[in-house]
C-alpha cells in the first residue's frame, strides 16, 4: 500500500451560474480521506456541505459547473472522467445515503427489487447469489426475518427501518467510499445514535472510508476521524475530531459547539451565533463570516483570512483564531 | 379475486351510484360493440340487403312503424338500430385507439421534458402552449383539411391535439418525482437515465393518466362526432354515430326526427358512462380526496 489518500479533493469550485448572479456554492474547498476514515463535512444550510457530495460523484446539473479542481479517486481525477466512466464509479466505488429515508426509496418496488438493482448494475453474480447477499446484508444492517422482507415494500417499514435499508443498498455492492448526506435529520433522536453505531460498525467491517454530510456536531463528534467545517462554500477549519471539539481556533467551529444543547452542564440559555449565512451571491471583501463574528476587527473587513495551521492538528482561517481554553 | 372483492376500491365501487351506473352503460355498449352483427338481422353497410321501399319508417311504437325497425329506418332503408350498433363499433375505436396514441406520445414527451428540462423541455412545450391556444376541433379540422378524411386521418388529428394533456401531467408529475431522493439514489446507485425513467419515473407518474385516459374517450368520441358532422370525418362508407347524426340532420325538420336523434342519444349516453366512471376513478385514485 502507497500513502495515496483513496479520495483527494483538490482547490474544488463548484459554482452555479443563476440569473441573479453566481452562486460559489464550493469556492476553493480542498480535503483527503484515507483508506477506513470518516471525515465529518459540517456547516450551516446552504454552506455548500450537499453540493461537494454530488460534486464527487458528478451529479451536479445544470446552471451549476465544476469549475476548477481536481476529485482524485485513487489517483484518478472524477472531474475529467466521462460520463460512463463516473456511471462506473457510482455505487461501485462510491455510494451516497441520503437525508430522508420516507422518499429515498421508490414507493412502488419490493426493498428487494431495490436491492437486487444495484447488485445486478454493479456485480455479475447470477439470481440466487443477489438474493443471498441481499438477505445477508438486511440482516447485517439488524433486520430480522431478511428473507421475508425483502418482498416488502417501503411504506410497510417504518423510518429507522427504512434507513436501515438505505444504508444496506449503499454498502450492497461493497463501495469504498459512502457519502453521507444528513443520514440521521431526519429520524427520531431515540433512532439517531442506532443507526450512527449501525454505520460505523458496518464501516469498520467492510473497510470503507466515509464522508458524514451535517449541520449537527454532535452527530460527527461521535463518528469522525476529522471534520472539515464549511462556511459560504469555503473551508473555515479543518482537524482531528478531538482537537476540533475540544479547542476550536475558528469563532464560527466555536459557535456551532456552543449551541449543542448540553444537558450535563446546563449552563442559563443555549447560545447561538447572531444573524444568518450573508448572502452568497455576493460576498463581502474580507471574511465572510466577520458580521456574525465576537471578535472580528477593522483587519477583518479588508483582507479575507486563509487556511494556515494553527495548535494541535488545527488549521483555520482566520486573522484573530482562538488559543486552547480562550473563549469567543 | 377475493382481494379484489375485498379491496377497498371495490368497497367504494359498490356505494357509488355513478360508478355503477357508469360502468353499466360502458358494459353495455362493450357488448354491443362485440356483439352487434349478431344481434341484428341486417348488415346496413351490405346495399345488397337493403331495400328502398324501407325508407324513412318511423319507430314501431308510431303509425306506420314496422316491428321489423323498432328504431325507424333512414333514407336508405337502413335500420336505425342497426346503424347504431355498427356506428359505435367505429367511434368507440376510433376513441380508444387515438386515447392510445395520445397517451403513449404525450407520456413519452412528457417524461423527456420533465427529466431532460432545458432546450428540449422549452421546445416540447411550447408546441403544446401553441396547441392549447387553439379550439380542438379547430386544429382537428386543419388537419383533415390538410390531409383529407378517412379513420385513418381522424385518428391524426385525434392524436395530434390529445397528446397535449398527457404531455403536460407526465411533466409536472415528473418534476417532482425527479426532486425525490428516490431518484436521486437511483442516479448515485449509477443507473443509465433511460433505465431511471422506465423503472422509477415512469411508475410513479401513470396515476393521473388513467382518469384522463378515461374521459378522453369520451372527448375523442365527440370530437370524432363533430367532424364527422362537419363532413370532414370517416367516409360515408364507414358512418360513425357523429356521421349518423349528420346524415339524419337533412331531413331532421321534416318530421323524420329519428333517424338522427337516436344515434344522438347514443353518443350522449355512451360520454355520460364514460364520464361517470371517470369521476369515480378520479375521486378513488386521488390520494388528496381521500
Redesign the interface.
Known amino acids: 500500500m502507497t500513502d495515496q489518500p483513496l479520495l483527494a479533493v483538490r482547490d474544488l469550485r463548484t459554482h452555479f451560474h443563476t440569473f441573479s448572479g453566481t452562486v460559489k456554492a464550493v469556492d476553493g474547498v480542498s480535503f483527503e480521506i484515507g483508506q477506513g476514515e470518516v471525515m465529518g463535512l459540517v456547516g450551516e444550510s446552504g454552506g455548500g456541505k450537499s453540493v461537494v457530495g454530488f460534486s464527487i460523484?458528478g451529479?451536479i446539473d445544470?446552471p451549476g459547473k465544476i469549475e476548477a479542481g481536481e476529485i482524485l479517486l485513487d489517483g484518478k481525477n472524477l472531474v475529467a472522467a466521462s460520463e460512463a466512466e463516473l456511471?462506473?464509479?457510482?455505487?461501485?466505488e462510491i455510494?451516497?445515503v441520503?437525508?430522508?429515508p420516507m422518499?429515498?426509496?421508490?414507493?412502488?418496488?419490493s426493498v428487494g427489487r431495490q436491492m437486487d438493482?444495484?447488485l445486478r448494475?454493479?456485480t455479475d453474480l447470477d439470481a440466487k447469489a443477489r438474493q443471498a447477499a441481499c438477505v445477508e446484508m438486511l440482516e447485517s444492517v439488524g433486520i430480522s426475518r431478511a428473507a421475508e422482507r425483502l418482498k416488502a415494500y417501503p411504506h410497510q417499514f417504518s423510518g429507522g427501518m427504512r434507513q436501515r435499508v438505505?444504508i444496506a443498498?449503499a454498502l450492497l455492492a461493497r463501495p469504498r467510499l459512502i457519502i453521507a448526506d444528513e443520514p440521521t435529520t431526519a429520524l427520531d433522536v431515540t433512532i439517531q445514535s442506532q443507526i450512527l453505531k449501525l454505520m460505523r460498525a458496518q464501516i469498520a467491517e467492510k473497510g470503507a472510508s466515509m464522508i458524514l454530510i451535517t449541520h449537527d456536531l454532535a452527530v460527527v463528534s461521535e463518528m469522525a476521524d476529522h471534520i472539515t467545517v464549511l462556511y459560504c462554500g469555503k473551508v473555515v477549519e479543518r482537524g482531528r475530531t478531538r482537537d476540533l471539539i475540544n479547542a476550536p481556533s475558528h469563532p464560527y467551529t466555536r459557535g456551532l459547539i456552543d449551541s449543542i444543547p448540553d444537558t450535563v452542564n446546563r449552563h442559563d440559555r443555549l447560545s447561538q451565533i447572531p444573524g444568518t449565512v450573508p448572502d452568497i451571491r455576493n460576498l463581502p471583501k474580507g471574511c465572510n463570516f466577520r458580521d456574525r463574528c465576537p471578535r472580528a476587527q477593522a483587519l477583518c473587513a479588508e483582507v479575507e483570512p486563509q487556511l494556515e495551521p494553527q495548535h494541535g492538528t488545527l488549521s483555520s482561517a482566520c486573522h484573530f483564531p482562538l488559543k486552547p481554553g480562550e473563549a469567543a | 379475486m377475493t382481494g379484489f372483492l375485498a379491496s377497498e376500491f371495490f368497497h367504494n365501487y359498490r356505494r357509488s351510484a355513478s360508478a355503477i351506473i357508469g360502468s353499466a352503460l360502458m358494459a353495455a355498449f362493450a357488448f354491443a360493440v362485440l356483439a352487434g352483427p349478431f344481434l341484428v338481422a341486417q348488415d346496413p353497410y351490405d346495399i345488397a340487403s337493403l331495400n328502398l321501399m324501407d325508407s324513412y319508417k318511423p319507430p314501431v311504437w308510431l303509425p306506420g312503424g314496422d316491428p321489423q325497425f323498432w328504431l325507424g329506418t333512414d333514407g336508405q332503408g337502413r335500420d336505425v338500430w342497426a346503424s347504431i350498433l355498427y356506428g359505435a363499433r367505429i367511434s368507440l375505436f376510433i376513441g380508444l385507439v387515438a386515447m392510445v396514441a395520445s397517451c403513449t406520445i404525450g407520456t413519452l414527451l412528457g417524461l423527456i421534458a420533465g427529466f431532460y428540462?432545458?432546450i428540449v423541455d422549452s421546445v416540447i412545450m411550447r408546441i403544446a402552449d401553441i396547441q392549447l391556444s387553439f379550439p380542438s376541433i379547430l386544429i382537428a379540422l386543419f388537419l383533415m383539411s390538410a390531409v383529407g378524411t378517412g379513420v385513418d386521418k381522424v385518428l391524426i388529428a385525434l392524436t395530434a391535439v390529445g397528446w397535449v394533456v398527457y404531455a403536460r401531467t407526465v411533466r409536472g408529475s415528473t418534476l417532482s418525482e425527479i426532486e425525490?431522493?428516490?431518484v436521486?439514489?437511483?442516479?448515485?446507485?449509477?443507473?443509465?437515465n433511460h433505465k431511471i425513467i422506465r423503472?422509477?419515473v415512469l411508475?410513479?407518474v401513470l396515476t393521473p393518466l388513467i382518469v384522463i385516459a378515461t374521459i378522453q374517450v369520451g372527448t375523442f368520441v365527440l370530437i370524432e362526432a363533430s367532424l364527422s358532422f362537419l363532413g370532414v370525418g370517416v367516409p360515408i362508407t364507414q358512418p360513425s354515430l357523429g356521421l349518423l347524426i349528420k346524415n339524419g340532420f337533412d331531413v331532421l325538420f321534416s318530421g323524420l326526427w329519428w333517424t338522427s336523434v337516436f344515434p344522438g342519444v347514443a353518443i350522449m349516453m355512451l360520454v355520460f358512462g364514460i364520464n361517470l366512471f371517470g369521476d369515480f376513478l378520479r375521486d378513488e385514485l386521488n390520494p388528496r380526496l381521500k
Not at chain 1, 87 to 92: D, H, I, L, P
Not at chain 1, 103 to 109: C, G, K, V
Open positions: 460523484l451529479l445544470s456511471r462506473k464509479v457510482r455505487g461501485r455510494s451516497m441520503f437525508q430522508d422518499t429515498s426509496l421508490n414507493p412502488l418496488h438493482e444495484v448494475l454493479h438505505v443498498i | 428540462g432545458g425525490k431522493e428516490y436521486q439514489a437511483a442516479k448515485v446507485a449509477g443507473l443509465p423503472k422509477h411508475p410513479n
